[in-house]
């Protein structure tokens, strides 16, 4: 993997072993605790979990219970205000400026609103994936490179969307739109895929594809996916490992494979229903 | 499942009034004491409601003798044409260079998008802020003690007043816009000029045209009178002739102004609306 150089550095800056184990985790958080005002409630309360570079993990729980502000820690559009996220071996908290942008491009983010840019074409949204791999003089001009342009019309076609590439973003369905934010995220060649509610504007139809579409990616660029999800039923149909919520604490950890009713139940439990 | 106890059945309510003692209360004696102050004022200020009718009867006389017929002769001349392009010219290029400054600082002084809210955010706010909160014919007076007279002070003092005027408009503008796409480029590593341009700049391009339009209408307004206070155009005319005391001069040129003010406007409400389709 390309991040296993770094996250041996890491764990040697950190006084850790490099090789304790074969499987060195992509994502180690440890004890994230946030709150959005010094005076305001704390979303997340203590969270520890580390995603392995093989996980599609699924984030679930009731509205509320942080696991949007969870993923959004990972790349910092959230501050966290205590404890420690390691990402490929570099301590995601003390980056700032260039550094941060650095490290943002290898994460690929799918959002629920799918955050494309309307007034924009397919393909330039599409393209703008690559924007921290571009510079200023290209990107101001929109001149992005041949490659990049032919790994773009590759994944649209990919995701279904070679018809539409002159198109009109706000032109499409919500599920094309969905689509394209796929692209996007995986122009960027990411090492780790955030998916915040990917399906949540979605019918459940297309809920279906659109999960199956991302997991047969994942699998296909080899990317581990931390993916925060409302739909239960979905989570335990696409993901291999389950982290359950509920008011800011992790109350379950496992394979989907192993999750039995009372481990929903008492995720849910808070939840008036 | 949660179980209704006795204690969560709040009792029902029996009465609702829309008028609640403290807030009512107090909303009408502050609509009280607006009306008080503004009672006094006309009070103090000796406002002699007679005075005010009997004006109009007297400036429809002077109008009618002293400013008519308008002497449409003098407003036909080439000199005076020229002066009326060169009017146009200045309002155009101080508009233009107005919007072209005010873009960068209506973006610093965007609370959502600002560089940095401790020192960028500030200091566009103030500029914006400075530029709109002295009058074009002052800085038309500043900038012509300062250059001289003519049309460089007239387009200098219009492009501060354009700044002030479209940086507010353009700032307001970035503050509504949807922050999901700013979210999405921040998040596969753009640097801050690459947001912009590519998350920002197509939700508010449509706007900040019509913005630019209408700028430069209300900026042809004010290149009128800058030309009053030496900076150039067709307001030194204005100056000239009254003070020579030329009513039917003065007459004629004010018809020329209300005439073309009413063009440029006609003009760029027609264009701001086709523009406007394009969304």
């Known amino acids: 993997m390309r991040h296993e150089a770094g996250i041996v550095e890491g764990r040697a800056r950190r006084g850790l072993p490099g090789h304790e184990e074969n499987r060195v985790p992509v994502l180690d958080v440890r004890n994230l605790k946030v709150s959005y005002t010094s005076s305001g409630p704390q979303i997340l309360k203590g969270i520890d979990f580390s995603v392995d570079d093989s996980d599609f993990c699924a984030v679930i729980g009731p509205s509320g219970a942080g696991k949007s502000t969870l993923i959004r820690c990972v790349n910092r559009l959230v501050e966290p205000t205590e404890g420690d996220i390691v990402l490929f071996g570099q301590n995601v908290r003390a980056l700032r400026g260039g550094e941060l942008r650095h490290l943002r491009r290898r994460i690929g983010m799918i959002f629920q609103e799918f955050n494309l840019v309307n007034r924009m074409s397919v393909m330039d949204n599409v393209l703008s994936g690559r924007l921290g791999y571009t510079g200023a003089f290209r990107s101001f001009f929109k001149a992005f490179p041949r490659e990049d342009i032919d790994r773009a019309l590759h994944l649209l076609e990919r995701v279904g969307l070679q018809d539409h590439v002159d198109k009109r973003a706000d032109a499409l369905s919500g599920g094309q739109r969905q689509r394209v934010g796929i692209a996007r995220a995986l122009m960027q060649k990411p090492e780790i895929l955030l998916l915040d509610e990917p399906t949540s504007a979605l019918d459940p139809k297309i809920s279906r594809d659109v999960m199956g579409l991302i997991r047969e990616l994942a699998d296909e660029f080899k990317v581990p996916v931390l993916c925060n999800i409302h739909d239960v039923q979905l989570a335990l149909e696409t993901c291999n490992r389950i982290i359950g919520m509920q008011d800011g604490y992790k109350k379950f950890d496992g394979p989907s494979k192993g999750m039995r009713k009372q481990d929903l139940d008492e995720i849910y439990a808070m939840e008036v229903l | ?279």
């Open chain 2, 1 to 279: 499942m949660t179980v209704v106890t006795a204690e969560t059945v709040a009792a029902p309510r029996k009465s609702w009034s829309r008028y609640r003692h403290p807030e009512a209360t107090i909303r009408f004696a502050v609509m009280l004491a607006v009306l008080a102050f503004l009672g006094w004022s006309i009070a103090f200020l000796n406002i002699d409601l007679s005075r005010v009718l009997g004006a109009f009867p007297r400036l429809a006389e002077i109008l009618a003798t002293r400013y008519f017929p308008p002497d449409l002769g003098y407003v036909t001349d080439a000199d005076f044409i020229r002066s009326v392009i060169r009017t146009l010219e200045m309002s155009l290029l101080g508009g233009f260079l107005g919007v072209v400054c005010s873009i960068p600082l209506a973006w610093l002084a965007a609370r959502n998008i600002t560089i940095g809210r401790r020192i960028a955010y500030p200091f566009g706010r103030f500029a914006i802020m400075g530029s709109r909160s002295i009058h074009e014919t002052i800085w038309t007076i500043l900038f012509v003690t300062v250059l001289g007279f003519g049309m460089l002070a007239g387009t200098l003092a219009l492009t501060v007043f354009c700044i002030g005027f479209a940086g507010k408009l353009f700032a307001d503008e970035l503050e509504a816009i949807d922050m999901g796409p700013v979210e999405a480029m921040r998040s596969v590593g753009a640097s801050p000029l690459q947001v912009f341009q590519y998350a920002v700049l197509p939700q508010v391009r449509v706007a900040f045209t019509g913005i630019a339009i209408y700028t430069w209408d209300v900026a042809f307004r004010a290149a009128t009178v800058v030309g009053f206070f030496g900076g150039g155009g067709m307001g030194w005319y204005l100056k000239r002739t009254t003070q020579q005391l030329e009513s039917q001069r003065v007459a004629a040129i004010l018809l020329v102004i209300i005439a073309l003010v009413l063009l440029a406007e006609i003009g760029s409400g027609w264009l701001r609306r086709k523009i406007a389709a394009m969304r």
